[in-house]
């Protein structure tokens, strides 16, 4: 039987970027997935959480383990999102089985394919330089991929993704993980240096020659994008699973 | 105190300057990369030196009792000091004993957080920073703006500048090889003048009562040859059990500050030279708080490597000094409001949560989970400016009602593609000061479903 999916899309996934929710979407029904989205989400909580307001969290905290707790598994386009639910929920549930239960069926979508569906070779054709801008809590809270910090083997999943698409490029940066300085509330209340270290990234992918430019969070794109587009620069900002989606 | 992002902001207001310091210090960590690339059992120590850290922190009583014994064996003397005053009190009082007029001093962060310098001065004491950077800014009459680099902010072109006025070099002089020489000449003699030295200490032994100070330019040694006194500095939290475990904290200091093998001099100081004498200040300053708090105590780890502020993409572009803390970046975000949590409010929102200064800590401080435990203490302190918290409890009755939060986005979405730009785009849209705005689609995602998914 397929498994039962429910789609976590990011409250700012859902009103600005609906494009990314439905390429998230066909991917997962093309591999044979079950997919809900259930209609009550709204957030997961963590600007609140991020800005030191626990209070505000608890309640969105709550209501998302009752809209997801039943499904088999719970998938979302963002590692931010995914790590706020997997690792930042704890205060709010104590020796709670069902939220225990939930940690360990709610993936990143990439991480889902690889993992769980066992997806390691996409379709299609992609022909562009894509380079892989590394979303930090993807990768130093979910450990999705190996980072510049950590001594051991190289890894990846959403590399591996993309570097199975016939055609694809992945462009070489000169620092392979910086983050891009979105950091939620960080990117207003600290604008300065949000945007030099925005622009720091786009120079970089600049520099590689990347045409398109992708990651697993929006939100970084959304920065990036915002930069990209101010700066009139020649890059095509795609989230992953948009990549995917135009393959199919 | 003026707060992070405004002093941020006027740092960045220098692009080429921000650019030229981002650069240096990447620089150091890319260093620090290589070297450890070279140890496949770089993870291995680091979990060796936090589970050692964590022993000591967590036998904090002990140990130091253990230390003091044995270091009294050895002749020293130990002083306890509460806080920073008690601290220069204590140090004032042996250099008067001893009517010490002059002092040179090797790098001690410690010596920093209690201002030593102002209080000797104010008793008539020359106090002289030996480390070169630190010197520098001693010349400026300035603080370091890194703990392990503190002159890392200043062009060549400034020192050069700096010591034609109080050196008297060269008029215009850049070249780095002739100005430590002129730093060096004037500084030898500072050696030969000093009546006592202070040193800071990296590494004190419990098992043996000795310690152990790193550096790279043997000014410590100097310092402390050419002169009968040796008074040493240090937190309670720098001891180490065993001298064995000194090994495992020698290779990952250098190695996560500057990306050497190992600092260039290791000076191991057990008991005072002959006919000399050695004092040991031992200094709390609310260490013994942190060591009791389940939330912070793993900050007590921390060697002081700098490796967090070398790879904090923050501090790397808003400058040392945009912290006004005596420690500044990743840990110095934590250590700060430990102490006075009102003038480092805003601190722990310097960051955007990337964590890589936690992946590139030595002692496995987990440090951007501590900094987002500060910002929830400083919620519940009440110290968290009225804006956030009306837009995060608002923001959350929102996300609680799905109807209106479909009906403001919806809303949104409809409006803005339609207002002048002067009306989005405006100072008070931070967002938009130097960033567009995402396009507003016509649906959002739920919409979508209900349209096209759902009647399938």
Redo the contacts between chains.
Sequence with gaps: MAPKVGLFIPCYIDQLYPQVGIATLKILEHFGCDVEYPESQTCCGQPMANTGCTNEVGPLAKRFLEIFKSYDAVVCPSGSCVSMVKNHYDEYFTDNPEYEALKGKTFEFCEYLTTVLGVDKLAGRFPHKVGLHQSCHGLRELRLASDSEIVGPPFGTARALLESIDGVELTTLQRPDECCGFGGTFAVAEEAVSCMMGEDRVHDHEQAGTEVLTALDMSCLMHLSGIICRQQKPIRVMHIAEIFAECL | MPS??KL??EF?KD?DR?HWH?QSL?FVRSKR?KA??Q??E??LLREQASKIKSYVVSHLPDLLEEFEKNAKAKGVHVHWARDAKEHNEIVHGILERHQVKRVVKSKSMLTEECHLNPYLERYGIEIVDTDLGEWIVQLQDKPPSHIVMPAIHIKKEEIGELFHEKLGTEKGATDPQYLTESARQRLRQKFIEADAGITGVNFAIAETGGFVVCTNEGNADLGTSLNKLHIACMGIEKLIPRANDLGVFLRLLARSATGQPITTYSSHFHGPAPEGELHIVLLDNGRSEIAGSDEFRRSLNCIRCGACMN?C??YR??GGYSYSNTVPGPIGSILGPAHDTKANASLP????????C???CPVKIDLHHQL?T???????KGL?PLS??LS??M??W???A?RL?QFV?KT??RIVPYLPRFLVYNRFN??G??????D??K???????KQN?DRK
Aim: net charge positive; aromatic share 10%; proline share 8%.
């Design positions: 992070h992002p941020a902001a960045i692009k921000a981002d990447w990369d450890v690339q140890l496949p770089w993870e790879t993409p923050v572009r808003s929102f310097a960051c955007s949560l990337c964590g890589s936690t992946d590139v987002l500060w910002r929830k203490q400083i919620r519940l968290l956030k918290r995060m409890k923001l959350s929102m996300m609680q799905p939060y986005g949104a979405r931070a967002w000061k130097q960033r567009e705005l995402p507003m689609p649906q959002s995602f739920r919409e979508w479903m998914h």
